[in-house]
């Protein structure tokens, strides 16, 4: 598809956008939940066990 969208003209950044973008697209959101859903445990036990005593926060 990017071969056929050089061949009828289009740019590098417009095929970027308009196929390689919305091919990866998928990938992308479902990296992003992986890693969202990966922290979020890690957080709330830091949160659950209060301040320690050297006071870290993050």
């Given at each position: 598809?990017?071969?056929?969208s050089a061949d009828l003209g289009a740019g590098v950044l417009t095929t970027?956008?308009?196929v390689?973008?919305?091919m990866l697209r998928g990938a992308?959101?479902?990296?992003?939940i992986l890693v969202v859903v990966s922290i979020i445990p890690i957080y709330l036990s830091q949160k659950l066990a209060g301040e320690t005593a050297t006071g870290g926060r993050f």
């Open positions: 598809m990017v071969d056929t970027f956008r308009l390689t973008f919305p992308l959101l479902a990296g992003a």
